[in-house]
Structure formats: C-alpha cells, structure tokens
T-cell receptor
Framework: TAGITQAPTSQILAAGRRMTLRCTQDMRHNAMYWYRQDLGLGLRLIHYSNTAGTTGKGEVPDGYSVSRANTDDFPLTLASAVPSQTSVYFCASSDSAGGSTDTQYFGPGTRLTVL | GQNIDQPTEMTATEGAIVQINCTYQTSGFNGLFWYQQHAGEAPTFLSY??LDGLEEKGRFSSFLSRSKGYSYLLLKELQMKDSASYLCAASDSNYQLIWGAGTKLIIKP
C-alpha cells in the first residue's frame, strides 16, 4: 500500500508563477490536510477537508487554495507564488470526518523554493 | 491563544533514558499526540493520550496530565536511530492539531 504520495518531491519556482502541489492517498481516509513546516516553527495548517466536496481554512490559508473533488486527491495551489511561501509542504490524511480525533498519516513532503 | 511548548534540543547517550516534556494551552482538548520525524522525512505517529496516565509501547512511553496541561515522551535504551525530532501536538475543541516546534534529540555514542 502506497499510503500518501506527493508530487513533486522538490521544486524551484520563480515568484509570481502558479504552482499546484499534488497529494493522493489510497487509504480511503475521509479527512485530508495540508501543512507547511518552517525551521523553528511547528507544523501550520493551511487548509483541510473533512470529506470529499468540502474544504476549510486552517491557520495560514492566505495565498493558497485547495479542492477536494474525490476522496483520494487533495491538490494545493499557489496562485502567484511569493518568496515567503518557501517551505516544506506536507499532506496528511486521517480516517475521521471531523467531530473526532484520529491519527494523521503524512506524505513524504514537497520542498518548495520560491525565488 | 493556543500554544505548545517543548525544548528545542536535547542530547543523550546511547543506551540511556531521556524524557521530552511538552506543555500545552488549547481551547478545548481532545488528546495529545507524539510524532517522530527524522531529518528530511515525514512525521510518523508514535503515541496518543487522551486520559491521564502512562501509555507504554515498547521502548517508548507517553504520559499525560490534563489538569496540568502537560505530557512527556520517555525513550528507554536509546539507540542511534532514535536521533530525530519529536513533535508534540494537541487536539483542540475543533479536533484540529496544534503543533509544537519539535525537540531535536541528539544521541551520542
């Protein structure tokens, strides 16, 4: 079982460009999440989705958008990248559909550099 | 506001025991997670506590005191492969995880 996959593994992007980070899970989990991880800071939630067809804003949603057209995929789009979006991005999933605490499982991450 | 505090870095010796502390302040509380993260890799689940007390799982144990807003992760018989960052995360009233910045554990021979 692959679990959660993310693509690309790493990317260098010019400021102002549009970029979509891909995330796919094969565990049939209801909930999916996007986090960014920066040195000296904890994981910060960007957007989440409790079930297919629904999305919600996390702690740091500005400059990012998501969609959840089906259970398996949860792409994250940067409409116009800025250098402050340089970070490592992790996608995660959990079995809960909101309203309960469940273990989150993480993808391998995408290292994004915006110049 | 919501906050998780844990030490930035700790050093321990191979074969020894180390305790990593975590204090949390959240709006509501629905449990406390510990994750391990090796450099350049994804976080992986270690433990979950929602009731007070100690949960033991092999060489790793996790403790929770809800009244004190406090948890610790205890690692016994340290091995070099335990060198990693250990992330503490509390589930708040909306079941969202609030994450600490992580404790980098360095194991010396």
């Amino acid at each position: 079982t692959a679990g959660i996959t993310q693509a690309p593994t790493s990317q260098i992007l010019a400021a102002g460009r549009r970029m979509t980070l891909r995330c796919t899970q094969d565990m049939r989990h209801n909930a999916m999440y996007w986090y960014r991880q920066d040195l000296g800071l904890g994981l910060r939630l960007i957007h989440y989705s409790n079930t297919a067809g629904t999305t919600g804003k996390g702690e740091v949603p500005d400059g990012y958008s998501v969609s959840r057209a089906n259970t398996d995929d949860f792409p994250l789009t940067l409409a116009s990248a800025v250098p402050s979006q340089t970070s490592v991005y992790f996608c995660a999933s959990s079995d809960s559909a909101g309203g309960s605490t469940d273990t989150q499982y993480f993808g391998p991450g995408t290292r994004l550099t915006v110049l | 506001g919501q906050n998780i505090d844990q030490p930035t870095e700790m050093t321990a010796t191979e074969g020894a025991i180390v305790q990593i502390n975590c204090t949390y302040q959240t709006s509501g509380f629905n449990g406390l997670f510990w994750y391990q993260q090796h450099a350049g890799e994804a976080p992986t689940f270690l433990s979950y506590n929602v009731l007070d007390g100690l949960e033991e799982k092999g060489r790793f144990s996790s403790f929770l005191s809800r009244s004190k807003g406090y948890s610790y992760l205890l690692l016994k018989e340290l091995q070099m492969k335990d060198s990693a960052s250990y992330l503490c995360a509390a589930s708040d009233s909306n079941y969202q995880l609030i994450w600490g910045a992580g404790t980098k554990l360095i194991i010396k021979p």
